[in-house]
């Protein structure tokens, strides 16, 4: 319990990093000119500003935190504690803008934090090993070929289709973190830099596809559907990859699954509540900036 206690702390760590910013990033996007295509041109030209750099920093400094907690939890404990981060952004929304915190907010972290402790006391003992190649194939490359529809058709697509494809490459980099954990673990430093170069690109393009969507739609539409995404299907399909089997015990497993929804209807409620809400279009008002 130890170990399970020490990596939902790093997961949260890790998660307010992406929390933070995501909220420095999106006014930074509106205020590049793109087609809304899915390609690359998008991001270099985000690379070019300075505020937009140190999102990706303070993004970077989360990645350690991360693999630390996947080294001792499970990738069904370590996804939900991602959602405590999220506290992050309405701590802003009072403190910053002086927006008021009413039941809606506290009924969603009391869900989080609840949904959090149920993973930990019913979830599967952390595995270092993973799953053969057949169950990685069978889950990764669908998964892939999703996060990859934008660029394989290269042209303007509806912004849904942007944000899921997003969703779905954070989705598939939660699981390679996963498998580079295990590398790490393992000593297998050749399986760590093909895994954590896969990893990579995935990021990044997630990140593009992110960033693509939040020109055409308010970060209030677009967070909150990508962190489900990544927050769900990793739990979900976790224990064909992560080699983590699911309690045999009916009533840990009801615990469970109860537990995991709770957590994801309560991160998905604080998102779309009004303080969270407040902080992200406080940077949208970056959209009327002039180009740079």
């Given at each position: ?5 020490i ?14 910013a ?12 793109t ?17 937009w750099?140190?999102?990706v ?25 991602d ?8 701590i ?17 972290v ?8 149920g993973?930990a006391?019913?979830g ?12 990685l ?10 996060a ?7 042209r ?38 093909l ?19 939040l020109?055409?739609r308010?970060?209030?539409r677009v967070?909150?559907?990508i ?50 809400n ?9 959209e ?5």
């Amino acid at each position: 319990m130890r170990d399970i206690i020490i990596g939902i702390l790093l997961a949260a760590g890790a998660s307010a990093c992406f929390n933070l910013a995501t909220v420095v990033q999106a006014g930074e996007t509106r205020k590049v000119k793109t087609q809304g295509a899915a390609n690359l041109g998008l991001l270099r030209q985000l690379v070019r500003r300075k505020r937009w750099l140190a999102g990706v920093g303070v993004q970077a400094l989360a990645i350690p935190l991360q693999l630390a907690a996947l080294t001792i939890a499970p990738l069904a404990v370590v996804q939900p504690a991602d959602a405590t981060g999220l506290i992050v952004l309405l701590i802003a929304g009072q403190k910053m803008l002086g927006e008021k915190v009413g039941w809606h907010e506290v009924v969603s972290v009391a869900a989080i934090f609840l949904g959090v402790v149920g993973v930990a006391l019913s979830g599967p003992e952390h595995s270092p090993e993973n799953s053969g190649a057949i169950s990685l194939l069978l889950v990764l490359a669908p998964l892939a070929l999703i996060a990859l529809v934008p660029y394989f058709l290269r042209r303007r697509l509806a912004s849904v289709v942007m944000v899921l494809a997003a969703g779905t490459a954070f989705a598939l980099t939660a699981f390679l973190m996963k498998i580079v954990a295990d590398s790490l673990v393992a000593n297998a430093w050749i399986a760590l830099l093909l895994w954590g170069a896969v990893a990579g690109l995935f990021a990044i393009l997630g990140l593009n596809s992110e960033q693509v969507a939040l020109q055409i739609r308010t970060v209030a539409r677009v967070a909150p559907i990508i962190f489900v995404i990544e927050l769900a299907l990793p739990i979900a399909l976790g224990s064909i990859v992560g080699g983590e089997s699911l309690p045999s015990d009916p009533a840990m497993a009801a615990l469970l699954i109860g537990s995991l929804l709770v957590t994801v209807a309560g991160a998905f409620a604080l998102m779309r509540s009004g303080p969270v809400n407040a902080v992200l279009e406080a940077e949208q008002a970056a959209e009327a900036e002039p180009a740079g």
